[in-house]
């Protein structure tokens, strides 16, 4: 599979949101990557569907990556299937029933995934692999964005990859947490094959040339 680049709106200028987005993939993102935090399963509150619509209304056609930080889950994976979202993973701590919930993505035509906190093992995900489209590792605890990269998620990067490969499956491997131009070579050769990059990219003077060596680093 192709290595995919995704910025997280986090780190947006929210005032100027849908020319920031058009931006990033015209400077060559493959994916819009949005962390939504609701103030109760992690400390911060940030976006909900309506900024999903909101930018498929401008004329974003970008691929949407939402991932879910919040509890519980089911109703706002409806909320986000209609506002436009392609991809749609939480966390399984997060649901009663994580293989519904999962069911529940792809009924609504969106591709699903399951997240795993720094501090969550990969057992917790090993039974519902095979159902998946992506598993996200977290390499910072999610809340707030500009954290650095937890060192010891490397080695779950490369245990995670022997496990999808064992699959024979299509399942992407993205990494999410203080990934870098420092650090994504390194993400990369551990197995990851899809980088949330979100001060890496936003705080840059030149999203192109950041995008083109993170690019160049991975291949």
Known sequence: ???????????????????????????????IHFDVM????????????MVCKSLRDFGVEAFIDVHLMVEPVDDLIERFAESGADLISFHPEASNHVHRSIQKIKD??????????P?????????????????????????????????????????????????GKEIRLEVDGGVNLDNIKEISDAGADAFVMGSAIFNSKDYENTIATARKLIS
């Not at 192709?2 to 994916?31: C, R, Y």
């Not at 609504?108 to 906190?117: D, Q, R």
Request: net charge neutral.
């Open 1 to 31: 599979m192709s290595k995919i680049i995704a910025p997280s709106i986090l780190s947006a200028n929210f005032a100027m949101l849908g020319d920031e987005v058009n931006q990033v993939i015209n400077a060559g993102a493959d994916w």
């Open 38 to 49: 609701d103030n109760h399963y992690v400390p911060n509150l940030t976006i909900g569907p």
């Open 108 to 117: 609504y035509g969106c591709k699903a995934g399951l997240v795993l906190n």
């Open 119 to 167: 501090g969550s093992p990969l057992s917790l995900i090993e039974d519902l692999l095979e159902e998946l489209d992506l598993v996200l590792l977290m390499s910072v605890n999610p809340g707030f964005g500009g954290q650095k990269f937890i060192s010891k998620v490397m080695q779950k990067i490369k245990k995670l990859r022997k496990m999808i490969d064992q699959t």
